[in-house]
């Protein structure tokens, strides 16, 4: 079992629609929780990142996080053509974020 | 700042040959990282320094794989000799102690060795 599983994916929406991208993590120690973006042939970029249970939002971007389920989502709202891009979860039982773990990552597609 | 440099951006070398990877990373910041990047086992984390000190090499490979880091501006890593299955992008990054809530992905080198 890999210590960061996310949505095999791809996944699509329509434009406007709520994206929804998972992730499970192994660690019960794991500490904080990050959310890159990756266009394709690019590098990663932070979205979000979270260290307590509950919700974290920044503009159209929801983190959500439960760690006793060891279970952290990324909510997209009003979902728009350019947040087409695969999306990594990244987990670390620190603060600093060079040091995660990665996620295989979850393609998304928003289609208008 | 111009971000983390790395060069080359793209590389593509003969098995046996050795390979010098760079990256330049954000004036200031205190930790590099270096990364691999397959659609096989996505992206690992391979060795990271502070402060110019190598802290955790667990991710390298094999022996095959070193990296350095002369000063807070330099690093390389150093591939020799190389094989096929080493084709991948490698990515550097860097951040701050002050604000280690980000780390600074660089551009990639996209290795291939034929």
């Known amino acids: 079992q890999k210590e960061v599983e996310q949505n095999s994916g791809p996944l699509s929406v329509p434009e406007g629609a709520i994206a929804s991208l998972n992730c499970t993590y192994s660690?019960?120690?794991?500490?904080?929780f990050f959310w890159y973006r990756q266009y394709s042939g690019k590098s990663p970029e932070l979205i979000m990142f979270?260290?307590?249970?509950g919700d974290k939002e920044d503009g159209r971007f929801t983190a959500q996080l439960n760690k006793a389920s060891q279970y952290v989502s990324l909510l997209i709202r009003d979902s728009q053509p350019s947040d087409s891009a695969t999306y990594l979860c990244?987990?670390?039982?620190?603060?600093?974020?060079?040091?995660?773990?990665f996620g295989d990552g979850t393609t998304l597609t928003v289609k208008p | 700042d111009a971000g983390v440099i790395q060069s080359p951006r793209h590389e593509v070398t003969e098995m046996g040959q050795e390979v010098t990877l760079r990256c330049k990373p954000i004036s200031g910041h205190d930790y590099l990282f270096w990364y691999r990047q397959t659609m096989m086992r996505g992206l690992e984390l391979l060795i990271y320094?502070?402060?110019?000190?190598?802290?955790?090499d667990s991710g390298m490979p094999e022996d095959r794989f070193s990296a350095k880091m002369p000063n807070a501006s330099f690093s390389t890593l150093k591939i020799q000799p190389s094989e096929p299955r080493d084709s991948a992008v490698y990515f550097c990054?860097?951040?701050?102690?002050?604000?280690?809530?980000?780390?600074?992905f660089g551009q990639g080198t996209r290795l291939t060795v034929v």
């Open positions: 660690d019960r120690g794991s500490q904080s």
């Open positions: 990244a987990v670390n039982e620190g603060t600093n974020a060079g040091k995660s773990t």
């Open positions: 990054a860097s951040s701050s102690t002050e604000k280690n809530t980000e780390a600074f």
């Open positions: 320094f502070n402060n110019n000190v190598p802290i955790d």
């Open positions: 979270i260290y307590s249970n």
